[in-house]
């Protein structure tokens, strides 16, 4: 499958340059800075979140995990994880468990932790479980410009 169309079509539209590379398929983003042989605290993954009758994207390091308590108090009310079906279905052009880190081009909410605001370099996964996508922490910055971050894992 490669990069889904609307990453690819954000990237592009934000000006912002990205390498895309090929992997072995991986059940994680743990995994796959593993195998792609990237710092995982670099690598990006959104986790989707159920907040106030609708979703919420958080987007943190793959060596770390969300603290719903955290990402609660940023955004103002109670937070849960959704399911991957609920998920699914918020990025109809990602493969399932792909979950993209973008919010904006899938008009979904999202907050970022700052652990991702330190690398000079940041990868994700470009929409299925074989695809590696590497911006610059300018980049990556640009692309995250305005949405709420903080603290928001453990």
Same mark, same amino acid.
């Given at each position: 499958?490669?990069?889904?169309?609307?990453?690819?079509?954000?990237?592009?539209?934000?000006?912002?340059?990205?390498?895309?590379?090929?992997?072995?398929?991986?059940?994680?983003?743990?995994?796959?800075?593993?195998?792609?042989?990237?710092?995982?605290?670099?690598?990006?993954? /959104?986790? @989707?979140?159920?907040?106030?009758?609708? =979703?919420?994207? +958080?987007? $943190?390091?793959?060596?770390?995990?969300?603290?719903? !308590?955290?990402?609660?108090?940023?955004?103002?009310?109670?937070?849960?994880?959704?399911?991957?079906?609920?998920?699914?279905?918020?990025?109809?052009?990602?493969?399932? /468990?792909? @979950?993209?880190?973008?919010?904006?081009? =899938?008009?979904? +909410?999202? $907050?970022?932790?700052?652990?991702?605001?330190?690398? !000079?370099?940041?990868?994700?996964?470009?929409?299925?479980?074989?695809?590696?996508?590497?911006?610059?922490?300018?980049?990556?910055?640009?692309?995250?410009?305005?949405?709420?971050?903080?603290?928001?894992?453990?």
């Amino acid at each position: 499958m490669g990069i889904a169309l609307t990453m690819q079509e954000y990237l592009e539209d934000n000006h912002v340059p990205y390498e895309v590379a090929k992997h072995n398929k991986t059940g994680s983003s743990a995994m796959t800075a593993q195998v792609s042989h990237v710092p995982g605290a670099s690598l990006a993954k /959104g986790v @989707v979140l159920k907040w106030d009758g609708s =979703y919420l994207l +958080a987007v $943190v390091p793959a060596t770390r995990h969300v603290d719903l !308590g955290k990402v609660g108090r940023i955004v103002g009310e109670r937070v849960q994880l959704a399911s991957e079906e609920e998920a699914s279905a918020l990025f109809p052009d990602c493969d399932t /468990g792909a @979950v993209p880190i973008f919010g904006a081009p =899938y008009r979904v +909410a999202c $907050v970022i932790d700052d652990g991702l605001e330190r690398h !000079g370099d940041v990868y994700f996964e470009g929409g299925d479980h074989r695809t590696l996508v590497h911006v610059s922490g300018d980049g990556f910055n640009r692309l995250m410009y305005g949405m709420p971050h903080g603290h928001i894992s453990d």
